[in-house]
C-alpha cells in the first residue's frame, strides 16, 4: 500500500498550525509544523501534538500512527530562542497532576513546567496503546530524538542525523534520558560526551533505528510498514506494544529516567547559581549550533 505523504503545509492543504493532522485510510498522520524554525518545539506545539494523538486513538478506523515534519528537518529540539517561544504561557496540565509553572519561579518554575511538557508528555505517549512509527528526516537533535524514542518504530531519510549536545549546558542529556536503553551505554557515553551527530547508518547499526532509506522512498517506506500493521487486529497490536513497554520498565528504564531527571535539574540549578545566572549555561539555539558545526569542521 503507497500513501502519498508530502512534508510541506501546503502540499498537505493544512492550516500553519503547529501539528497538522490527517487520516488515509487507517493511517493517522501527525505532522510537525513549524518548518521554519525547523520544528522547535514549544508549548503549543506539545499540546497540539498531544491533541492530535488523542484524535487517532479515540478514532476506532486508525490502526496505525506515523509522526512526521514539514520542511527540511524532523526537529531542531526544544524551543530556546524562536520568537514564538512560549515559557510563561500557561497551559492545563495533562500529562501530570502538578501544580502550574507560570506563577512560580526559579528552579520550581522549571521543574514544574518540564515534568509536565517534556517528562510527561513523552512517558504519556509512550504508553500510546496504537502503533507509532516515526518518520525522520534531516535533524533530529535533543528533544527532537525524545519524539522518536517515544515511537516503537523509527524509519529514517539516509540524510537524516541525531545528537544530544545539552552537556555544552553542562546538562546531563535531554529529559526523556532513554539513551543507555536505545544505544546501549558506550554509544550513549559518546553521544553525550561529545555532542557529535551521528547518521543514519551509524543510528541502524546501533540499532536505534528500524530502517534507512533514500529520502525520496522515506514515505513509500513507512506507508509499507502501516499497511502492514494495519492488517493485525488493534487489541493484540495494544498488548504486544505494553508487553515490550513493560519488559523495557523492567529493565529499569522508567527507573533510571527518574534518577536522571533530578540531575537534570540539578544541572540547570546549578547554572543558574553560578555567576552568568543562566539556567542553560550561557546557551541558545544560535550558539549551540554555532558550537556543533565548529566541532565537526
Not at 48 to 76: E, M, P, Q
Not at 80 to 94: A, L, S
Amino acid at each position: 500500500m503507497t500513501i502519498p505523504s508530502p512534508l510541506t503545509a501546503s502540499e498537505l492543504g493544512v492550516d500553519t498550525s503547529p501539528v497538522a493532522y490527517e487520516t488515509v485510510g487507517a493511517v493517522a498522520y501527525v505532522t510537525l509544523n513549524r518548518p521554519d524554525y525547523r520544528n522547535a518545539q514549544n508549548s503549543v506545539m506539545t499540546y497540539s501534538l498531544d491533541a492530535a494523538f488523542v484524535r487517532a486513538v479515540n478514532d476506532a478506523d486508525v490502526k496505525v500512527i506515523v509522526l512526521r515534519a514539514a520542511g527540511k528537518h524532523f526537529s531542531a529540539g526544544h524551543d530556546i530562542g524562536t520568537p514564538e517561544r512560549d515559557f510563561h504561557v500557561e497551559y492545563p496540565n495533562t500529562a501530570s497532576l502538578y501544580w502550574d509553572h507560570t506563577d512560580r519561579t526559579g528552579g520550581d518554575q522549571r521543574l514544574a513546567r518540564e515534568v509536565e511538557v517534556y517528562m510527561g508528555m513523552c512517558r504519556r505517549w509512550r504508553e500510546i496503546p496504537k502503533p507509532v512509527i516515526a518518520q525522520v528526516h534531516g535533524a533530529c537533535i535533543a528533544g527532537g530524538m525524545m519524539l522518536a524514542w517515544i515511537c516503537d518504530f523509527i524509519v529514517a531519510s539516509d540524510d537524516a542525523f541525531f545528537s544530544d549536545p545539552v552537556a555544552r549546558m553542562g546538562i546531563p542529556g535531554v529529559e526523556y534520558f532513554a539513551h543507555a536503553f536505545v544505544l546501549g551505554p558506550r554509544r550513549a557515553k559518546e553521544i553525550l560526551f561529545t555532542g557529535q551527530r551521528f547518521g543514519a547508518k551509524e543510528a541502524l547499526d546501533w540499532g536505534m533505528v528500524n530502517h534507512v532509506v533514500p529520502r525520496d522512498e522515506l514515505a513509500a517506506k513507512v506507508d509499507e510498514i502501516a499497511g502492514n500493521i494495519a492488517e493485525m487486529p488493534q487489541l493484540g497490536l495494544a498488548l504486544c506494544k505494553k508487553a515490550v513497554n513493560i519488559c523495557e520498565d523492567q529493565m529499569g528504564m522508567r527507573n533510571a529516567m527518574d534518577s536522571v531527571f533530578g540531575w537534570h535539574h540539578f544541572a540547570h540549578s546549578a547554572n543558574a547559581e553560578a555567576p552568568e545566572g543562566d539556567p542553560l549555561g550561557g546557551m541558545d539555539a544560535k550558539s549551540m549550533k554555532s558550537s556543533a558545526t565548529k566541532q565537526e569542521s
